[in-house]
């Protein structure tokens, strides 16, 4: 059963059509994530499926129930802002009792449910403060723990995350998974941040100037992304894009690619992709991560590699990894080595590109062929 | 921030053009510094000083000690005057406060023509207390205003004369001045609602808080300190009121909307008792002190606060 089912929803302010049809929908105890570029819609999606925004067109279902225009308090969902939105003149502690005195829960439910939430958190240290004496990582427990104290069917985050720095960030993240596991309820977790919706989110949507453009679990999206933007947006960093011509090689299918001065190398083709083209051009996607040095020895293990020249034009060790941008032709392109065998400044690389991995795009439709 | 600045500062010792860079907002503040001390500190020091003399058409310097506050007390003018200068104050500032909010909440309910409304409510502050007390004037007595208006559309029996009425005419003064000083505390109260996150207001209908509840419990408390400044400017209105009270009803009927100010103005420059206007406007000036002294106190408590909690 779906916790949330959301039907050819279309949002316009005035002329501007700012989500074109959204389909998506959420199972019970299912943490989706919404992802994608800065002003692409997720904030106004989440906030249509709160209720705070009015629909201009299509359905919002949460449960079995239509909830179109039912108001926000009606919907049975609790709401993470990106600016927490704590109410500044109370405590903590009203802060998260707040939402059960509107709802006239009981006294002694409410002193049980904040103490279970509280501790949940850890914040029982904090509750008689108000969010001005707060640090960022303590009002987002709190903000966190005014959704919880409710018993919602739907959780809603937008971007809860995106004011702590770095570090902070990454702890949060890995909290707000255990505290998923741990609740079970279903979630809407909104991110422009890849990362975090690949290590949380069951399921991933990615959107795109108002529409979804591809909406599967998170090692499909990043393996077989639907085109040419998921795949450059999901990813760091980014997936190479080639222009190539479908040849073959041998009798075998293969992907011409034009390198400087006017050569070319051939890269045998390891799917039989070819016979889905419609045209000869195509575009060749590659992760950094399936770009190495090349190993005869690996090779036998790896059916799919096949090597390149190229020169190295900037390295950026990160530690764990050294990215490499490397001229291929007109193009640079990106890898990520381990740092072990990470090339050096001006070297000419023979480059192993792991041809298994790659996936292919139409240039015209810049849909995954 | 500073103080990774200052070692280095220190060593070098700051050069000609800081220490002019330095001086200058001195410089430019120095004459209105100077103005401000001489008719706030030096005048007050005097009317206080003449307040104990025995002053009457001309001010002399000779100590009398409190015997003009003793005769300004005695005196049942000064004393009506007094209590009204509470009563109308009270009335006033609760009502002006009330009604814009009010206006203020009406109007953030994104109404149509919003700037119109805006300036429609704000006009009356931009009119002068005597021209708003004469407008009214009129409209108060009863065979000018209100009451021959109504009379015209067929009432012949209605009686609206508030002015003419010893116990009513206060509170003629304190709607006038309702009128004139409540789209200022819109605006003031406007600004504050507009101000507040609106993600808060969100979140308190997510929590299913009703529109009363938000206001009472979220929105309001966030805009306190707004309530306190609207508070003692209008107090401080209040305590001023003369030209209202002279245009309107020229502190009749009889003496029945005398204010302070008035009574003031009649003993220094009608009546020669030069010592006990002194004293009066040195009761006016402990009237202020009430109101400013603990406010300009709360700020600063406030402001070091905040500073404590960076
Ligand atoms: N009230 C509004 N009136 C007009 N346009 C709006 C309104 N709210 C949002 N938009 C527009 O809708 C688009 C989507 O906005 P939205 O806030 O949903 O983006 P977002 O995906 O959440 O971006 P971000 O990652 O920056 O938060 C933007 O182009 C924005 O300008
Ligand atoms: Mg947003």
Redesign the interface.
Known sequence: MSALTVHNLRKSFGAVEVLKGIDLEARNGEFVALVGPSGCGKSTLL?MI???ESVTSGEIRIGERLVNSV???DRD???V???Y??????TVRENML??ME??KVPRPEQEATLARVAALLQIEALLKRKP??LSGGQRQRVAMG?ALVRDPKLFLFDEPLSNLDAKLRVDMRTEIKKLHHRVGKTTVYVTHDQVEAMTLASRIAVMHQGSVQQFDEPQRIYDHPANMFVAGFMGSPAMNFIPAELTTEGGKPALTIKLADGETATLALFDNVASRATSKQVILGIRPEHLSRYDPEARAQKPGMVSLHAPVELVEPTGAETIAVMRLGDLEIVGRFDPDEAPSMGEEILLGVDMAHACLFDPATRQLI | MQSVLEPSAAAAGPSWRERLAQAVPFLVLAPSLAATLIYVFVFTGWTLYISLSNSSLLPTYKFIGLKPYADLWANTRWNIAYHNLFIFSAFYVVGAMAVGLLLAIVIDQRVRGEAIWRTIFLYPLAVSFVVTGTVWSWLYTPDTGIQLFVRSLGWSNFTFALTTDRNLALYAIVITGIWQSSGFAMALFLAGLRSV?Q??I?????????VF?IYA??IL??I?PIFLAVMVVLLQFAIKTFDLAIALTNGGPGIATTFPAIYVYDLMFQRGQIAQGAAAAIMILAALAVVLVPYSLWLVWRKRREGK?G
């Open positions: 906030a709160a209720g705070l108001a926000p308090k969902i609790a709401m802002f990106q600016s939105a704590l109410y500044p003149t109370m707040f939402g509107s709802r001005g004496q005014r | 996150d993600d808060i969100k979140a308190a209908q997510i929590d299913g808080a009703g509840r419990r979220v408390p966030t306190a909690n």
